[in-house]
């Protein structure tokens, strides 16, 4: 059994500087060592993937998607950002994979890198917010970009971009990747459906993580659309197997990835997200859901 993990995040030491010259914050990404691509912080992902038993991390950016001003700097860091994820899955290509990042909402600058992701990087497909500057980006404005998805049978990762969830008692911070994911992800689905995606582009392998916000505790009705649709979802859940048991009743195990969200899990706890993704999944290999259908 191959056990992979969808949800794992490296940023390039060289693209979050990119992004810090050209004025984003980063900070919230730098304060997490483990998660640059330096030799030594490449090695200690690997042992640390040895020690939870992962043989295979599929790497991400997010949730650092390029917002710059003027909008045609996002098409220079997203290559930054691709071009050296590219590298660091050549330091070990057997356990290493990687989903891009695009220069959105530009569609045409997104389609240009979209292709040298796919055929040049050979990136297993791409990671994007449920929402950018407003608008989801299920929206009909990319349906380009979902067409030369489907087409490479290209697998997309969702993840929250970090938006908070209306007026809060509590500090921002504690809101925005609490209540704030949980609402951005729920979102994600029901735009999935309302969008007919699983019919439109059935090929592309749509995987939701935190295993779809709060999307199964909806209607009945709108959890059978989910159960029926193509969406996947990853295990990450904030550490609370309940939600995951829910998600893995209502679309059955091969739906369910690992998702750890390293390396912000990472030590005794990456360990612990592992097993309760096992004792879901049972013995469902993930080489299945690696491969492009």
Known sequence: ???TDWHAHLWPRSYVDFLDAHGQDCRHQRGVPPGDDSPAMLRRRLQQMDDSGIDRQVLNAAALYPGLAPPGRNAQAARLANEAMAEAVRADPSRFAFLGILPLPLVADSLRELDHLMNRLGARGVVLPPALHGTSTLDSHYDPLYAQLDRARA?????????????SLCPPDAVTWSVGAIAEQTTLVLDWLAADMSDRFPCIRPIVSRA??????????TVQGVATSTLCFDSHTQGNPAALHLAERQVGRRRILLGTDYPFVRDARLAEAVRQFQAVAGDVSQAAHASRR
Request: hydrophobic share 40%.
């Open 212 to 221: 779809g916000g709060a999307c199964f505790l909806l209607d009945p009705e």
């Open 155 to 167: 697998a997309v990762l969702y993840h929250p971009a970090g938006s908070r969830a209306g007026p």
């Open 1 to 3: 059994m191959t056990v």
